[in-house]
């Protein structure tokens, strides 16, 4: 069993750490901060499991962990849980899970499993196409738009870090051409969200008001923040704040240092990831890393961009951070994966 670098143990717990204070204040309900540390412990023994083989050996099941992915996503359709309008999960008695979330993971390993196989470009651009197109027309149906934005930018990144820039201008101008018919397939509460994203105060009690409130959170927290003082926060303004809008309790309790803390952190294990990338020259391994680090970045900056209101409110959790076991167990196995790529990485020379 390889060694966990030190380095990335202490970003997670610290992040593990902020997640669970941030969680103590935002919810009434204990019992969610009781999951939460569940949940991060399960992640912790997902990490120290995800060491006990070569990430390569990966590629014998990709198709087996593909469609398992796309029979849970069908599951969801046919039997799935509903809730705040939308049917994302499958309720296993002790535990629900949202096989979305999953499929961030799924995809990653299956088109960077394609782009790294010795084939021609366009047959690695019709399945990676082909590989999206079909968990993106699920997750898009239950409705999560969220999660659709965050893949379709994976797909995009994989395909412009590998093919020739044609594959990749081609898939952009249909998807720009593509945006009013799509925009017309969406719920009414979703073409909302996006209306109120460009004027929040068009309905400030109604569809702009977590981010009205969440932007007054961050706002009253200035420099140093209010910690225990905080009023957004402790008198529950912002609804939900445990999930989508947590940044927003962040900003207030620790002010402009806390936010600033949180944001090192994240990009302290961004530079891990591109340190690994640069370090490993097997494809499949650096197409995982780019991916993850895609994956990452992207529901930073949408959650973060939402809570201060640059982005519309589409329910992308804040990794590490956001209260929910599928999020937070996906962050781990992202983050394993990324681990398992640079532990190995002396191994190259071994084709597997």
């Not at 782009?115 to 690695?124: E, M, N």
């Not at 589409?314 to 999020?327: N, V």
Request: hydrophobic residues 55%; contains cysteine; aromatic residues 16%.
């Amino acid at each position: 069993m390889k060694k966990i670098p030190i380095f990335l143990l202490l970003i997670l717990i610290s992040l593990s750490f902020i997640s669970i204070f941030s969680l103590h204040f935002t919810s009434t309900n204990t019992l969610l901060v009781k999951k939460q540390l569940i949940y991060i412990l399960i992640g912790f023994i997902t990490l120290y499991v995800m060491l006990l083989f070569d990430f390569r050996s990966l590629k014998y099941f990709i198709w087996t962990i593909y469609f398992t992915g796309i029979a849970a996503l069908t599951a969801v359709v046919l039997v799935g849980k509903g809730a705040y309008g939308a049917q994302r999960w499958i309720s296993l008695k002790i535990f629900t899970i949202q096989p979305s979330e999953f499929e961030k993971i799924i995809l990653i390993l299956c088109i960077s499993y394609i782009l790294s196989r010795d084939q021609s470009d366009i047959k690695k651009f019709i399945l990676s196409t082909a590989s999206f197109l079909l968990p993106a027309f699920f997750i898009l149906k239950q409705p999560d738009l969220g999660t659709t934005i965050v893949i379709l930018i994976i797909y995009f990144a994989l395909l412009l870090f590998s093919l020739d820039l044609k594959y990749f201008f081609s898939i952009a101008t249909f998807s720009v051409i593509s945006i009013p018919f799509l925009f017309e397939l969406l719920k009414p509460y979703q073409r909302e969200r996006i209306i109120t994203f460009l004027n929040p105060q068009m309905d400030p009690l109604g569809s702009g008001y977590n981010v009205i409130q969440s932007i007054i959170a961050i706002g009253s927290g200035k420099i140093s923040g209010k910690w225990f003082g905080s009023t957004q926060t402790s008198l529950h303004f912002v609804p939900v704040q445990y999930a989508d809008f947590i940044f927003s309790a962040i900003g207030e309790m620790g002010g402009f240092i806390g936010a600033s803390i949180l944001l090192l952190l994240y990009i302290a294990l961004f530079l891990f990831m591109i340190k690994t990338y640069k370090s490993v020259n097997n494809l499949f391994g650096k197409y995982i890393i780019v991916g993850i680090f895609i994956m990452f970045i992207t529901q930073i900056f949408i959650n973060i961009g939402m809570c201060i209101g640059i982005t519309p409110v589409t329910g992308i959790p804040l990794p590490f951070i956001s209260f929910g076991g599928s999020s937070t167990l996906v962050n781990f196995i992202a983050i394993g994966l990324v681990m398992n790529i640079y532990v190995y990485r002396e191994d190259m020379n071994i084709s597997i």
